[in-house]
């Protein structure tokens, strides 16, 4: 389903690189790389347009990577403290070469950055770790982000149309997630509180390559629909609303009781059917 809906979203972001108005540019059909001044004083990073950005490292200027026809038309400029990653709303692109576009932007380091967004099958990387009091991550149309989150109080997590978190540490006080139309977030770590709205076949689990148990959700309540899924490891309780197929699986001392389940869902403690 993530596949296909990929698809539909690369569509949707050829349909704005190819329009009935503005700038139409043949691709060159191969790649150069610039590197522009970065402002300093955002807080937020928000990437659209199926491009890929990796934050990491040091200095003051972006590295540009593109089919060399489109170079001159990425974006890298702040607004309202919100970096903004994009092209050119007057750029079409002709033909289908958009297909087969891969466009990288690599910013440095900043510490401070508390919320992420990205769209239209875009990714983004991180290899330092969010850290701070709170922190926020916005993804959808096939995008993903790849990070881990370390803050004392908030974590909020919106997810849509097969989007992805994925952490492989995370820490907080308090998450609040909200996924849909097959998104996904997966993770290794620790949340004391976590009130989840998971719909549409979407998914939160353990990050890969780690035990099925490792993320840990001590007092956790929401609501699941639509054939989606949660595993985790708690020892607090568990006070959620299942239906339409969808299945809590978890391990620990948890209490479930407080919990319902109607359509085929169900609470599985470590393989154990609890309530159905």
Not at 31 to 39: E, Q
């Amino acid at each position: 389903m993530k596949r296909i809906f990929l698809s539909v979203c690369l569509a949707m972001v050829a349909a704005v690189l190819y329009g009935c108005s503005g700038l139409r540019v043949d691709a060159a059909g191969y790649t150069d790389s610039t590197m522009v001044p970065l402002p300093m004083e955002f807080k937020g990073i928000d990437v659209e347009d199926a491009i890929e950005v990796v934050f990491g490292g040091v200095g003051d200027e972006a590295f540009i990577e593109s089919d060399a026809n489109l170079l001159p038309y990425i974006e890298v400029y702040e607004t309202r403290g919100l970096l903004k990653i994009r092209f050119s709303d007057d750029i079409h692109l002709r033909g289908n070469r958009w297909n087969h576009l891969h466009t990288i932007v690599k910013i440095p380091y900043k510490n401070g950055v508390n919320t992420v967004s990205v769209s239209g099958a875009s990714s983004f990387s991180s290899g330092v770790p969010f850290t701070g009091t709170s922190f926020s991550v916005s993804a959808s149309g096939a995008s993903e982000v790849i990070c881990d989150i370390d803050v004392t109080d908030n974590i909020m997590v919106d997810l849509s149309g097969a989007a992805s978190l994925q952490c492989g540490t995370v820490r907080a006080a308090r998450m609040y997630i909200d996924a849909s139309g097959a998104s996904s977030f997966s993770a290794s770590g620790m949340v004391s509180e976590c009130e989840m709205s998971l719909s549409g076949a979407s998914s939160i689990e353990s990050a890969p390559g780690t035990d099925r148990y490792s993320l840990r959700l001590d007092k956790c309540t929401g609501d699941l629909s639509g054939a989606s899924s949660a595993v985790f490891c708690s020892d607090g309780f568990i006070a959620c609303s299942l239906s339409g197929g969808s299945h809590i699986y978890f391990k620990g001392g948890a209490d479930s009781k407080r919990s319902d389940c109607s359509g085929g869902s169900s609470i599985e403690w470590d393989g154990y059917l609890l309530y159905e």
